[in-house]
């Protein structure tokens, strides 16, 4: 298929276009490269590209595409919170716009990266896609919004796929510290401190960049009768953690670390304990290749090599919150988020 993958440059994306090339998929990408100065290693993805913010797509953009991978988005909760309104615009109603601007173009699959985060405090119990929904941020709630908007364009020549991603890890040339597994072994090998900010008590489903994008890889090649208008959870029932169990294993993998617990630290708004059975049964061809002990382990290895520091992962390189912020108070993102006109001219001769 031709493909275009919007956030091509980001955390996931960097990772999944390789991945979608050496499956014979061409690709094109969309990115506004808002994060190019959290790169941790080259990538290997250099692909015909769109340098352009997500709600000034236009329809020319979108003509000639079998399929839109929609990646890009403001992506995680503290990014969201920094201005609701922002996070709206552009991960729900820009969203919606350019899923609305693919049907009207011709585009005839529409793939939405999604998260299982929308089940907000699913407690102890396994939930699977038809539980209800609980969005407790500007981020979780606008996932839920575009899901329920896009999934109104569904028709005969029209069909979207909603894909609920579990909590990401992995090492990526885009790397972000703003994940449990990620931040649990960059603490552990730069202070030796497995540190948890929350009790540890609350239930996460994990997964690797690289088998979120074999789920990508398996929707593409799927039936549309199978996945038309449909949600699916990506990851492994297995691979269900409460984050002090995730911290055990850090702790195994990174020698001399012990964990630590923040100060006052409670249980946190969110624990969810996710059933992937529905993208077992429909889509066998997906098989995932990673668990959380090979994660750590990857993560150890590349943070040696890299020699990382704390100021690294806990500050405006990595962590995808500050480096907005330096953004902004340095003036190269103007409040809506967009490139000002000296940084935007620059970022198009990068």
Known sequence: MRILVTGHKGYIGTVMVPMLLGAGHEVVGLDSDLFRGCTFTPGNHDVPELRLDLRDVQPTHLKGFDAVVHLAALSNDPLSDLNPEITYDINHAASVRLARLAKDTGVRRFFFASSCSIYGKGGDDLVDE?????????????????????????????????????????????????????????????????????????????????????????????????????????????????????????????????????????????????????????????????????????????????????????????????????????GRVDAGLRWREAEAARCMQA
């Open 130 to 330: 038809t539980a209800e929904l609980h969005p407790i941020t500007p981020y979780t709630i606008s996932k839920v919004r575009v899901e329920q908007d896009v999934a109104k364009l569904a028709d005969h020549r029209f069909s979207p796929t909603f894909l609920r991603q579990a909590t990401v890890f992995g090492v990526s040339p885009r790397l972000s510290f703003d994940l449990v597994l990620n931040n649990l072994v960059a603490w552990a090998y730069t202070k030796g401190r497995v540190h948890i900010k929350s009790d540890g008590t609350p239930w996460r489903p994990i997964v690797h960049i690289e088998d979120i994008s074999r789920a990508y890889l398996a929707v593409l090649a799927a039936p549309r009768e199978v996945i038309h208008n449909q949600a699916f959870n990506v990851g492994q029932t297995e691979e269900n953690y409460r984050i002090r169990d995730l911290a055990a294993i850090v702790q195994e993998v990174v020698p001399g670390s012990r964990v630590e617990y923040a100060k006052d630290s409670g249980p946190g708004a969110r624990s969810y304990r996710v059933d992937f059975g529905k993208i077992q049964r429909l889509l066998p061809e997906f098989k995932p290749q990673w668990n959380a002990r090979r994660g750590a382990e990857e993560l150890y290895a590349a943070y040696r090599s890299a020699g990382l520091v704390l100021e690294d992962c806990e500050g405006p390189r990595f962590k995808r919150i500050d480096h907005l912020k330096h953004l902004l108070a340095t």
